[in-house]
C-alpha cells in the first residue's frame, strides 16, 4: 500500500514536472516567436522607412524637375512676351511717326492750297489790270506808248539805284573803320623796314667768300637742307664774307645761326653734316633757355619753381610782344609788382610769383588754343600755384574779372612795363602775329607735317607726309591752301606756296 502511494507520489511528481517542463517550453517558444515577429516588424518598419524616403526624394526630385521646367517655360513666355512687346512697341512708335507725317503733309498742303489760292487771287488780279491797261494801251499811239514805257523804267530803275546807294552807303560806313586800320597798318608796315629787319635777321661773318659756295652746296642742296629743318631764310647775296639768316621766329634763328657757325668751325657741309649741327645747335638752343629761366628768377628774387616752368619762362627771351621782350618785360612786372605789394602791405612773394609769370601762357599759346591768360592760368592750377597767384595770372588783360587784388596789382603793374618810353612796337607784333597765322593756315590741312613762313611773308614751305600725301594731292593742297589764304588773311602783295614732299629710305651697314 505504501509502496503504491510512492509509486503515485512519483507519478504526481512526474506529470507535475512535465507540465512544467511543456508550459517552460510553450512559454519560450512564444517568446523566441515574439522576438522574431518583432525583428521582423522592426525590419518592415525600417524598409518602410526607407521606401518612404526614397519616395519623398523621388518625389521632391520630381517636383523640382516640374519647377524648373515651368520656369523655363514661364521664361520662355516672358521673352516671348517681351519681343512681342518689343514689336508692338516698335509699330506704335512707326505709326506715331507715319501719323506725324501725314500731318505735317496735310499741314504743308494745307498751307500750300492757301498760298496757290493767294497766287491765284493775285494773278486774277494781274489778269485783269493787265487787260485794263491793255485797253488803255490800245489807245495810244506808238510814240506815246513808248514814251509812257520810258518814263515808268525810268521810275523803277531810279528806285533801285538809291536802294542800292542806300545799301553800299551803309555797308562802307561799317568797313570803312576796318579798312582805313588795314591801311594805316600796311602803311607803318612798310615805313618800319629797318626795324622789321633788326627783329628779323642774324648776320652770319664768314672767314672767306668761298664758304659761300660750299654753304649752297651741289645744286643748292645744303642750302635747301638747313632751310628745311630750321624754317628760316638763309640768304647769300653780294654782302662780304656774310650770310643772313631771315626768320620771325628768333628760336630758329638762333638754331640756323649755331649751325652755321659750328658748320664754318668743322669746315665739312653736306646734308648728314648739316643735320648733325642742328641737332646739336637745338640742344644748346635748350640749355640757353633753361639758364636763361633761371636767371631771371634769381633776379626777381623768387624760389620754389618747378623746372618745366623755369624752361618754358627762358622761352620768353626769345619772344617779342610789341617789339618787347617778352621774359625782359615779366622781370619788370614782377620788379614792378613786389615794390606796389611792399607799398600797401601785401605779400611781396606772392605778388612778385604772379608777375614775373604773368605772360607764362605766351610760351605755349601756339600750341594750346585760347588766350594766353587762360593758359597761363591752368598751366600755374596743374603746378599746385596758390590762388592768388592764378588770379594775378588771368585777370591781368581785364578778360576775367579780378577775384583777388593781384589780379588788379598785376595789371597796373603790366601797363606801366609795357607803357614806358621806347618799350613796344605795335609794327613788330602785327608783323610776326601775320606770320604766325599764315603758318597756322598751313598748318590746319590734313597731312601737314610743319610749315615754315619765310621771305617775310612773302612764302610759306609746307613739309607733308609722304605717306599721306602723294603728288597729285600734293598740287591740290597748294591750291586750296592759296584759296584758304586768299579768304582768311589780309597780307601785301603776293604769297608764294611750295609743297614740299620727301621719301627717305635709310639703312645701316654692319
Known amino acids: 500500500m505504501s509502496d503504491l502511494l510512492v509509486v503515485g507520489v512519483v507519478a504526481l511528481v512526474a506529470g507535475l514536472v512535465g507540465f512544467g517542463v511543456a508550459v517552460l517550453l510553450r512559454r519560450s517558444i512564444s517568446l523566441a516567436s515574439e522576438s522574431a515577429a518583432r525583428a521582423n516588424a522592426d525590419r518592415l518598419v525600417a524598409e518602410a522607412t526607407a521606401r518612404q524616403k526614397e519616395i519623398i526624394l523621388?518625389?521632391?526630385?520630381e517636383a523640382l524637375k516640374v519647377a524648373k521646367q515651368a520656369e523655363t517655360e514661364n521664361r520662355e513666355r516672358r521673352s516671348e512676351l517681351q519681343r512681342y512687346e518689343t514689336r508692338l512697341d516698335k509699330k506704335d512708335e512707326q505709326l506715331d511717326a507715319k501719323i506725324a507725317?501725314?500731318?505735317?503733309?496735310?499741314?504743308?498742303?494745307?498751307?500750300?492750297?492757301?498760298?496757290?489760292?493767294?497766287?491765284r487771287a493775285k494773278t486774277m488780279l494781274l489778269q485783269e489790270e493787265q487787260r485794263v491797261e491793255l485797253a488803255r494801251v490800245a489807245a495810244l499811239t506808238q510814240d506815246e506808248a513808248r514814251t509812257q514805257l520810258l518814263d515808268r523804267v525810268e521810275v523803277e530803275m531810279r528806285d533801285i539805284t538809291n536802294r542800292k546807294v542806300r545799301d553800299l552807303?551803309?555797308?562802307?560806313?561799317?568797313?570803312?573803320?576796318?579798312?582805313a586800320r588795314d591801311l594805316i597798318t600796311?602803311?607803318?608796315?612798310?615805313?618800319?623796314?629797318?626795324?622789321?629787319?633788326?627783329?628779323?635777321?642774324?648776320l652770319v661773318p664768314l672767314p672767306s667768300d668761298d664758304m659761300k659756295g660750299r654753304i649752297i652746296g651741289r645744286e643748292g642742296r645744303n642750302i635747301r637742307t638747313l632751310e628745311t629743318l630750321t624754317g628760316v631764310d638763309v640768304i647769300i647775296d653780294d654782302t662780304p664774307e656774310a650770310v643772313v639768316v631771315s626768320g620771325f621766329d628768333p628760336i630758329r634763328r638762333q638754331v640756323a645761326k649755331r649751325a652755321l657757325e659750328r658748320l664754318l668751325v668743322d669746315g665739312r657741309i653736306h646734308p648728314a653734316r648739316i643735320e648733325d649741327s642742328v641737332a646739336k645747335a637745338r640742344t644748346e638752343i635748350d640749355q640757353t633757355v633753361k639758364e636763361a629761366g633761371e636767371a631771371a628768377i634769381y633776379e626777381v628774387g623768387i624760389g620754389g619753381i618747378h623746372s618745366d616752368l623755369v624752361r618754358l619762362l627762358g622761352r620768353l627771351q626769345f619772344r617779342t610782344s610789341y617789339g618787347q621782350n617778352v621774359l625782359r618785360h615779366c622781370i619788370e612786372v614782377g620788379h614792378v609788382a613786389g615794390m606796389l605789394a611792399a607799398e600797401i602791405g601785401?605779400?611781396?612773394k606772392t605778388m612778385k610769383q604772379a608777375g614775373l609769370l604773368h605772360d607764362i601762357g605766351k610760351a605755349i599759346d601756339h600750341e594750346v588754343?585760347?588766350?594766353?591768360?587762360?593758359?597761363?592760368?591752368d598751366l600755374l592750377r596743374r603746378y599746385g600755384f596758390p590762388q592768388a597767384v592764378i588770379d594775378g595770372v588771368v585777370g591781368h588783360?581785364?578778360?576775367?574779372?579780378?577775384?583777388t587784388m593781384v589780379g588788379t596789382l598785376i595789371s597796373a603793374a603790366d601797363a606801366i612795363s609795357a607803357a614806358r618810353p621806347g618799350a613796344r612796337s605795335e609794327v613788330v607784333s602785327n608783323y610776326i602775329q601775320r606770320l604766325q597765322e599764315l603758318e597756322g593756315v598751313a598748318n590746319s590741312f590734313p597731312g601737314v607735317e610743319k610749315s615754315f613762313a619765310i621771305q617775310a611773308g612773302r612764302e610759306v614751305r609746307v613739309m607733308v607726309k609722304p605717306n599721306e600725301i602723294d603728288d597729285l594731292s600734293a598740287a591740290r593742297l597748294a591750291r586750296?591752301?592759296?584759296?584758304?589764304?586768299?579768304e582768311t588773311l589780309q597780307y601785301p602783295g603776293q604769297i608764294k606756296i611750295t609743297i614740299i614732299r620727301e621719301t627717305r629710305a635709310v639703312d645701316y651697314a654692319k
Open 101 to 119: 507725317q501725314v500731318e505735317e503733309r496735310d499741314r504743308r498742303l494745307g498751307q500750300r492750297e492757301a498760298t496757290l489760292e493767294e497766287e
Open 186 to 202: 600796311m602803311a607803318l608796315s612798310r615805313y618800319a623796314a629797318e626795324h622789321t629787319a633788326e627783329h628779323t635777321v642774324t
Open 397 to 403: 588783360h581785364g578778360d576775367v574779372e579780378p577775384v
Open 58 to 61: 523621388e518625389a521632391k526630385d
Open 369 to 377: 588754343e585760347g588766350p594766353h591768360t587762360i593758359i597761363g592760368g
Open 346 to 348: 601785401y605779400d611781396v
Open 480 to 486: 586750296d591752301m592759296a584759296q584758304k589764304i586768299q
Open 169 to 179: 552807303e551803309a555797308e562802307a560806313r561799317e568797313h570803312s573803320d576796318a579798312k
